[in-house]
Each structure stands twice: as structure tokens, then as C-alpha cells.
């Protein structure tokens, strides 16, 4: 690996305020050396390198023009904030990043107060900055003049989210005192993009124009036919050297498009933005893992990579298993599935590569929909085309199905439709923390008529499940961790399982150890040295009734083990039957704990929560020895 730089500009950089010490003239070289930091930095700890780079001089620019923290400035997702983070007090902090107790990999309150909002799904940050505005409107008296200034920044794939044109609707009709900013990767920057934009901009943006512009309005007021033809008019001219848009449309005053990253421009345009009234949007164009030529070149490989050497953009060697992933698992079954049955088609939203699909993609491509950022129509879209006889195959988070509850409630199982949900990334997930952990959904699908939940142990069983969904009438979901299994042996061909039956991995005495996917294995290493009784039970719903009655006539103790919070999940649903029967034995639940787990790897995760094999053995044992008391 190369030796690290030197950043004799940034180093002197402890908070904003120094920032906004240094002259204009400093700004290049000062975003040459946090870009410089960033690479260095995440070629140590791994994390999310790409965007991060695309924004150096969006980030400069923002926090020497505004007065943050006191004006408020709120990212969106928070993959891009690395050089944020290094801005604001935590630059020598970096090499913890993501790291149990070190730094989060996105944007976290309880961490700095330039984090003005928690955030990890996106689509959030425009309603977030809205509200803040308004808050500080009520902090003065209703004065807008006198409050802070609150700034979104926003993806232009967060836009595909209702949750962004909900906000954008409702911030234009209030006529709120704020920023947008449209961080737009998504292409390169165009040729108009150049000194006459640049001198256009500044003009659309600057008080003479908007001056005259209002005292116009004014005086042609009086005289409405001159005054639409100066709308028109205004429209037009406007039209020929900026993009239409749908923004000012929902109210908003457009400005752009301009090179996010120059920084010198960036900063004229923002000094300006910030000195008019009323709900803003600026449009910049930036390049996702600019400044580093191998993140330009592969922005897919490079947005999110583990530690790498920065000489040569290739990730350093892991242990990583050579054994399939579960998400691997599921993208072989789901093109062995499609040349069964011509039904089958698979729906993503915007996470193709982590779901596994990329392959689907390429052999059937007619088959295959990526909706972007929307999880809500992904589902809906799902039940669409159920109706039309097909069998939907939705691929998707476990943490970014939270989004999508109320319709997966109303759209699907509602109407009893055959869609399939095979939910990735269960349990915890490790280094992005709280805001991707899959810790909730037995909770939220068990409480819901009509849906089949199955707990797959392994990898075999994950793709006998998927088969299973398939054979199903109704809505059905298999749901599995982030990365690989046991290593069991994968059966090519496809069987279904039977539905709501358990299977029991060893016929123990006294206690009897009832586990869900992730903890079938442990619990079988566990029980056999105890000579417990181990079931695998499969399915969370329906659950093996029959089973779970035998088993609680011939133990004195029943423990139930996942990896989902207590409350809900499916140690509960063991309960509750058991308690409608009037059963005496008693029934004890290990899961997830009450609270949202901080980031780590995730092994150190399931170690806190003491859901390794050593924590789990300690705490059978402890409820085995209560219960003999």
C-alpha cells in the first residue's frame, strides 16, 4: 500500500467555523486533500467510498456558506457524508469508523450536532429539513427573515421515493424558508454546463434578477393580460437555458444545473440562494467517486468495499468463506425457478447486486423490474401483477420491507395474493448499524391473516422454502441473513416442504430447545451435548401446533430461540398458542433484546447479544438451572 499523504490545510480544519476562516482561493486545494483523506481513510476501514467522493465540494461549499450547526443541514441516507463527518470534529476519529463504538456510517444525533438527523433509508431528508424549518419559523415568531436556514441534500436516486414528492408538495404550498439540494449522479455533466451557465446562473440566482422579477409582478398585476404574457414570457427564456421543471411546478424556484464540483461556482451560487426567501431547489450535477479514477471507473464495486489499497483500487485479501451466500442461494433458485415456470418474475427496488438478481437480470431481462427507490410500489406493483396471473418474486431487505407494511397488509395479504417476499439481510447486519438491521419482521408479518413465514436453517432449506413459496396460493416469505450458512450441501432439485411442520434434529429429555433459521444450528450443537431436545420448527406461521403440544407434555421446559426482537416474534407465537391450551410447562424466549443494536461487525453483534453459541449455552443453562430451582 501507498504511504499516506500529508493534509497540512485540512488538519487545521477542527469544526465549520474554521472552515469558514479560510479564503475562497483555499477552498480547491482544501477539497483536494479531504478527497485525499476519505481514500485513505476508508482504504483502512472499509465503508462507503463513492458517493462520499462525489460530494467534497458540495460539503465544503454547504458548510463554509451556511452558519451550520445552527443552520441545519440534513443528508440524505448518508452514504455521501464521510467527508461531512471529517469537517465537523471527527476527522481524527475516521479509523473507527463503523466499528463497534466507534463512528456510524451514517449520520447519527447522538453523535455530533452537525448530525441534525438520523438517517440510513433515504428519501427522508426533504421532510426532515421542511419540519426543521418550520420549527425555526415557530422559534421566530413566524418570522422566516430571522430563522435558520435548513438545507436537504438529496440523491437523484432518493427522488424515485413518494416520500420526497410528498415533502416537495407540502414545502411549496407553505412557501417554506429553505434549500434542496439535488446531489445528480446519474449522468455526466452536460455541455451547457460551461462560463454562460455559470454567468446564467448567478443571474437566476442574484438579487437584481429576482428583485426585478417581483417588482414586475407587481406592476403588471394591474394588468393581468401583460402580466401572463410576462409569465410566458419568463418561461420560455428560462426554458431555453435551464431544464424545465417539475419543481417550481410544486413551487420551488429552480436553479441549475451547476458543476458540483467546483467548489469556487458552488459557493457564489449558494451565497447568493442563501440570501433569497421561499422554498429553493438547486440543481448539481457531480460524479459518483470523483477525483479517484478507479471509483469513476467501477462506481458500482466502489460505492461500498470493505479495506482496499488505495494504489490500485482492489480490495485487500479476506478470510471470507468460499461457501455460497444465502443471497447467492437465492439468485440460482430464482433462475432455476424461471425456466420451470414461465410465470415467475422478480422485482427489486434499486438493489439489484445486493439482492443477487444480476444474473436474472441478464437471461430475463422481460421478467425482471428494478421500481428504484420504492418500496411501497414494489409490493403493490407485486399484487398488480398477481392479479394478471403472475407469480411475483419480490427481493427485498429486511430492514426496507419496514417501508412497505401498510401494503403488504392492504394490497397483499388482504387479498390473499400469491407474492413471494425472500427478505435479505435478517437479523443483524453488522457495520451499518441500526438502520439496516433486520431485526422486526416475524414481529410485523406474524401479526398479519393469510401469509406463510418460513425460517429457512441453511442453504438447502432456504432453496427447498423458495420452491415451497412457489406451490403456495396465497403470500409467502423466506427470510435469511446477510451472508453464508452452515455449509450444507444444496440440492439441485426442488421439493417443497410441507407447510407449518417442524422437524426435529435430535430427541432430547427435560428441556426442549424449539429454534427459528439462524439458531437452528447452534441449538443443535447445543442440545445434543446436553441431550436436549432440538426441533428445527421452520416456519414461524403457520406454526407446527401439533408438535409444539407433544413436545410440552414430555418437557418440563421449553426454550425458544431466533434471531428477531422478543416482542412479537416468533418465540411469542409459541407462547401464546401454548397458553391458549392451558398448558402448564413452562416456556422461556431468547431472541434480539428491546432495543436498537449499535453497529459492529456481525459476529461482535450476535456476541452482545448472546446469540453465539457461547452466549446462547450461557443462557439456556441459566434458565435451565432457574428452572430446576
Known sequence: MTAAPDFPLLNTINDPADLRRLDESDLPALCKELREYVIDSVSRTGGHLGASLGTIELTVALHYVYNTPSDK??????????????????????????????????????????????????????????????????????????????????????????????????????????????????????????????????????????????????????????????????????????????????????????????????????????????????????????????????????????????????????????RPTYTSVFGTWLCDMAEKDKRLVGITPAMREGSGMVEFEERFPDRYFDVGIAEQHSVTLAAGLACGGLRPVVAIYSTFFQRAFDQLVHDVALQNLPVIFAIDRAGVVGPDGPTHAGSFDYSFMRCLPNIVIMAPADENECRQMLYTGMQIDGPSSVRYPRGNGPGVDIDEEMTALPVGKGELRHDGQRVALMAFGTMVTPAESIGRAANYTVINMRFVKPLDTELIERIAQSHDLIITLEENVIPGGAGAGIAEHLLSTGSRTAVKLIGLPDEFVDHGSREELLEYCKLDEAGLSLQISALVDAQGS
Open 73 to 322: 443541514l440534513v443528508w440524505d441516507v448518508g452514504h455521501q457524508t464521510y467527508g461531512h463527518k471529517i469537517l465537523t470534529g471527527r476527522r481524527d476519529k475516521m479509523d473507527s469508523m463503523r466499528k463497534r463504538g466507534g463512528l456510524a456510517g451514517f449520520p447519527n444525533r447522538a453523535e455530533s450536532p452537525y448530525d441534525t438527523f438520523g438517517v440510513g433509508h433515504s428519501s427522508t431528508s426533504i421532510s426532515a429539513a421542511l419540519g426543521m424549518a418550520l420549527a425555526a419559523k415557530h422559534h421566530s415568531a413566524g418570522d422566516f427573515d430571522s430563522a435558520d436556514k435548513a438545507i436537504a441534500v438529496i440523491g437523484d436516486g432518493a427522488l424515485t421515493a413518494g416520500l420526497a414528492y410528498e415533502a416537495l408538495n407540502h414545502a411549496g404550498g407553505v412557501k417554506a424558508d429553505m434549500l434542496v439540494v439535488l446531489n445528480d449522479n446519474d449522468m455526466s455533466i452536460s455541455p451547457n454546463v460551461g462560463a454562460m451557465n455559470k454567468y446564467l446562473l448567478r443571474m437566476l440566482s442574484g438579487k437584481i434578477y429576482t428583485g426585478a422579477r417581483e417588482s414586475s409582478k407587481k406592476v403588471l398585476s394591474k394588468v393581468p393580460s401583460m402580466l401572463d404574457l410576462a409569465r410566458r414570457t419568463e418561461e420560455h427564456v428560462k426554458g431555453m437555458v435551464v431544464p424545465s421543471s417539475l419543481f417550481e411546478e410544486l413551487g420551488f424556484n429552480y436553479f441549475g444545473p451547476v458543476d458540483g464540483h467546483d467548489v469556487e461556482a458552488l459557493v457564489g451560487v449558494l451565497k447568493n440562494l442563501r440570501e433569497l426567501k421561499g422554498p429553493l431547489f438547486l440543481h448539481a450535477i457531480t460524479e459518483k467517486g470523483h477525483g479517484y479514477k478507479f471509483a469513476e471507473d467501477d462506481p458500482l464495486s466502489l460505492h461500498a468495499i470493505g479495506p482496499f489499497d488505495p494504489a490500485t483500487g482492489k480490495a485487500l485479501k479476506s478470510s471470507k468463506s468460499n
